[in-house]
């Protein structure tokens, strides 16, 4: 598992990677197995002090936001990849989100004070941390563009093609929500996709 949190940890440090190598192989060695969960358990819910560098092992992983008795599927966190509470990993405030599981996985971490304490032993300073608020950043900014602009047609081939297993992920209530359209315009899109 080491290896592919390692895999998922260099490019957050780009160019400098190389010269952070061993600061990069330390993190990547404190990261712990903290839980399996099974679909539809929650990784956090909001309201919760979770400053952790999350890593989702085989598994998939949505996250969920509230809004006026709703829920909202923010994204899709895919197999072996970092992930993280915003509110929380980087601004050390309770989580405002739910993160749920979708399809079975393991769920590994390094607590954000770990994090603080490895990346200053190793010189990397806030590199870790501007690069993942300009992930996030990028991310909610390329998702607002998409509503804004895309057909429906066209945000579900995108989503589609940016994460294939949605599909049997998440059901087409969570889908529609996500892509911001009712389940007829989903299942309207959904046919024009698999007659082209």
Known sequence: MIGQITHQLVPLFGSQA???KSGISALAAQFELI???????HVWVSGEEKPILYFNGDGILAEFSSHQRSMFCQRIIPPNTL??????????QKTD????????SKIYGVSGHKVREITAQYGM??????TLTKMDIASYRNRSKDLCLLLPVERLRKTIQSSP???????????????????SSLFRAMNSLHDA
């Open 18 to 20: 190389p010269a952070l």
């Open 35 to 41: 839980t399996h969960v099974s679909a539809g358990e």
């Open 83 to 92: 992930f993280w509470s915003e509110s929380s990993f980087l601004l050390w």
């Open 97 to 104: 989100t739910y993160m749920r599981c979708k399809k079975a």
């Open 125 to 130: 300073g806030y590199i870790l941390a501007n």
């Open 165 to 183: 297993q949605i599909l049997s992920s998440i059901s087409r209530d969570e889908l529609a929500k996500y892509l911001r359209i009712s389940r």
